[in-house]
């Protein structure tokens, strides 16, 4: 149970374009999916909180004009790189939490966003 | 100073051995502690998820939370080559709450 599925798992894109980043709970309603950035050697970031019905709430120095979200249904949330430049490629992890307390986070398998 | 401390490792040990893991935190409002191993290019999977002090045993998986000294760790007995990925540690105050990630762990099992 609790599967994330994300898709794709790999996009290039050329610099100026947007692209789309799909993120869906398989197997449970998802309150409130986050969306991540991982570099490298480094921990995941943070972006955003998304919650179903709702604007997303954005962590301090991410652009919510750029990284666009929506999350129209409890299982569906989408993250858009809008005019994207090389410097916004990394690799973009979602994640989803169900309902009731405690309830962990649930990964999907993130998406490998090159920007050429 | 960072809110999770994780040594990044890498770690490397022979097969069959007995892994141990740690993280260090520093707010002491965490009550919710996990455990999530990440294979390269991959998301994140749960493998342990607790609640405030303790021990928690999955198959040859034990977690601990020492909340009186702000640690936690993870311990992997008889390690598989396929135990080899990064482990994260993470935590949060509450079950709904921002949940903060420590960098990570490489562990390499060497057959």
């Known amino acids: 149970g609790a599967v994330v599925s994300q898709h794709p798992s790999r996009v290039i894109c050329k610099s100026g374009t947007s692209v789309k980043i799909e993120c869906r709970s398989l197997d449970f309603q998802a309150t409130t999916m986050f969306w991540y950035r991982q570099f490298p050697k480094q921990s995941l970031m943070l972006m955003a909180t998304s919650n179903e019905g709702s604007k997303a709430t954005y962590e301090q120095g991410v652009e919510k004009d750029k990284f666009l979200i929506n999350h129209a249904s409890l299982t569906l949330s989408t993250l858009t790189v809008t005019s994207a430049h090389p410097e916004d490629s990394s690799f973009y992890i979602c994640s989803a939490r169900g309902a009731g307390d405690p309830s962990p986070l649930h990964f999907g398998n993130g998406t490998r966003l090159t920007v050429t | 100073q960072k809110e999770v401390e994780q040594d990044p490792g890498p770690l490397s040990v022979p097969e069959g051995a007995i892994v141990s893991l740690n993280c260090t935190y520093s707010n002491s409002a965490f009550q919710y502690f996990m455990w999530y191993r990440q294979y390269s290019r991959k998301g994140p999977e749960l493998l342990m998820y607790?609640?405030?002090?303790g021990n928690k045993e999955d198959g040859r998986f034990t977690a601990q939370v020492d909340k009186s000294s702000k640690y936690i760790s993870l311990f992997i007995r008889d390690s598989q080559p396929s135990d080899s990925a990064t482990y994260l540690c993470a935590m949060s105050s509450g079950g709904y709450q921002k949940v903060t990630f420590g960098t990570g762990t490489k562990l390499q099992v060497i057959p």
């Open positions: 607790t609640y405030s002090s």
